[in-house]
């Protein structure tokens, strides 16, 4: 069955970095696209970046460009998240998606908290 593993969240200080890992399994990595997804408290949640099947197609939310990097290692099945310079309004539950029909598959996601 399709498995989405978060990890790596946790409490950061503004302007520091985080990486997030995303491991899947149980699908053919490979032959899709992959988000990541954040929910703030009180918020819906919202894309905060996406990336094409072979990593060079990326998108980023307004919000993160310039501070966040999406990657993907296809041969380790593997999604990342680099955050850097974090604001304390990028707190949030972070979540890895893979698009599918008839619905969706999430992981349970990973906290990041940023706050002095």
């Known amino acids: 069955q399709v498995q989405l593993v978060e990890s790596g969240g946790g409490l950061v200080q503004p302007g520091g970095s985080l990486r997030l890992s995303c491991a899947a399994s149980?699908?053919?990595?490979?032959?899709?696209?992959m988000s990541w997804h954040r929910q703030a408290p009180g918020k819906e949640r919202e894309l905060v970046a996406s990336i094409g099947t072979t990593g060079d197609n990326t998108k980023y939310a307004d919000s993160v460009k310039g501070r966040f990097t999406i990657s993907r290692d296809n041969a380790k099945n593997m999604v990342f998240l680099q955050m850097n310079s974090l604001k304390p309004e990028d707190t949030a539950v972070y979540y890895c998606?893979?698009?599918?029909?008839?619905?969706?598959?999430w992981g349970q996601g990973t906290q990041v908290t940023v706050s002095s």
């Open positions: 998606r893979r698009p599918g029909i008839p619905r969706a598959y």
């Open positions: 149980g699908f053919t990595f490979s032959s899709y696209v």
